[in-house]
């Protein structure tokens, strides 16, 4: 699976979106963009994923650039409750899904 | 419907005795996942199971740990004996892979070797 970059740590104000960049300029075609985050003490959560055109669900967006090389994860409104480290993970699925291989992510701090 | 149970949440032992986790995964998913995450490291792949085989365990310690997935449901990950260097967040994940689908994580199992 291709590698991924990401910043250790971004702030941001509650209320205002988070911007989380990604870097993936190895990735294949058929690997897929995947973005988890981890609240203290607990298990990796799913945000969302994408393959090549931009996605949106109830948490978050994902915005994919058209060359595929980076991403971005974007928080429309950020809470204390979005604290926490985001994964942005690239992931192949030829039939049968990969594993999930997590880097060190990137460490959002939400403040008042 | 239930997410992916881990059990114990909690466990401390001595080091060189035996230890075992516990994963109930959701119901209808083929794949599991245990991974290991050490304190402010990303988690690590152990073993992936596909149904009952294990399809990727290259990165399993196999002198001290051991792992089953019994008629492909549940799942146990053992360490004999436990070192200090142990001392971790055991994960679970499982996921419905006919498609490139998220992989859902339970709470984890932290284990502490004294």
């Known amino acids: 699976d291709a590698k991924t970059t990401q910043p250790p740590s971004m702030d941001c104000a509650e209320g205002r979106a988070a911007n989380l960049p990604c870097n993936h300029s190895?990735?294949?075609?058929?690997?897929?963009v995947y973005w988890y985050r981890q609240i203290h003490s607990q298990g990796p959560q799913y945000i969302i994923h994408?393959?090549?055109n931009n996605e949106t669900n109830e948490m978050a967006s994902l915005i994919i650039t058209e060359d595929r090389k980076s991403s971005t994860l974007i928080l429309p409104h950020a809470t204390l409750r979005d604290t926490a480290v985001y994964y942005c993970i690239v992931r192949a699925y030829t039939g049968t899904a990969s594993k999930l291989t997590f880097g060190t992510g990137t460490r959002l701090q939400v403040t008042l | 419907e239930a997410g992916v149970v881990q059990s114990p949440r909690y466990k401390i032992i001595e080091k060189k005795q035996p230890v075992a986790f516990w994963c109930n995964p959701i119901s209808g998913h083929n794949t599991l996942y245990w991974y290991l995450q050490n304190l402010g490291q990303g988690p690590e792949l152990l073993i992936r199971y596909e149904n009952e085989e294990a399809v990727d365990d290259s990165q399993l310690p196999k002198d001290r740990f051991s792992a089953e997935r019994l008629k492909g449901v549940d799942s146990t990950l053992k360490i004999q004996p436990a070192e200090l260097g142990d001392s971790a967040v055991y994960l679970c994940?499982?996921?419905?892979?006919?498609?490139?689908?998220?992989?859902?994580f339970g709470q984890g199992t932290r284990l502490t070797v004294v």
């Open positions: 190895t990735i294949s075609g058929n690997e897929y």
């Open positions: 994408g393959l090549k």
């Open positions: 994940a499982s996921s419905f892979d006919r498609g490139p689908t998220e992989a859902f």
